[in-house]
């Protein structure tokens, strides 16, 4: 059979165990789907919170929204030089809550129930295929 050709396939045909992309490690529970040049890459829990792009992503977002808070909540405190050394808690804390709830809310939005496209038959062990490249099991409107 020619590499243009395409197999039948069944989701049948689908190992019991995935790979993350990354590490390597067994995606026994959910994967999480992130999106790079090569297509939707297929990750466990933690190479997804250290994905990169997430990161920058949530550290824009907590920038934004804790100097907005942090201006609103401690701005006449800082203003008038009046800071104590409550601040030195408030504040950090001001910016790790966005980046948490936007860190959670890319994670929750990530979590797919796609199969593999390197658990495929298509692409066994001996191909050139990357390894987590996900392949869609139904249309996902995106």
């Excluded at 165990?17 to 067994?26: F, K, P, Q």
């Excluded at 948490?100 to 495929?120: D, E, M, Y």
Aim: charged share 20%.
């Amino acid at each position: 059979m020619s590499s243009t050709q395409i197999r039948a396939w069944s989701p049948e045909a689908v190992p019991a165990v995935a790979r993350c992309g990354r590490c390597r490690r067994a995606l026994t529970g959910a994967l999480y789907e992130v999106r790079a040049r090569e297509g939707r890459l297929a990750r466990c829990l933690r190479c997804a919170l250290i994905y990169g792009s997430l990161v920058r992503r949530s550290l824009a977002i907590a920038f934004v929204v804790g100097t907005l808070l942090t201006a609103i909540n401690q701005g006449n405190v800082i203003l008038r030089d009046d800071a104590s050394l409550a601040l030195a808690w408030k504040i950090p804390l001001t910016y790790a809550v966005p980046y948490c709830v936007a860190t959670a809310g890319a994670i929750l939005n990530a979590r797919s129930k796609q199969v593999l496209l390197a658990s495929h038959p298509e692409h066994s062990e001996g191909s050139s295929a990357p390894v987590g490249i996900l392949h869609p099991l139904q249309n996902d409107n995106r």
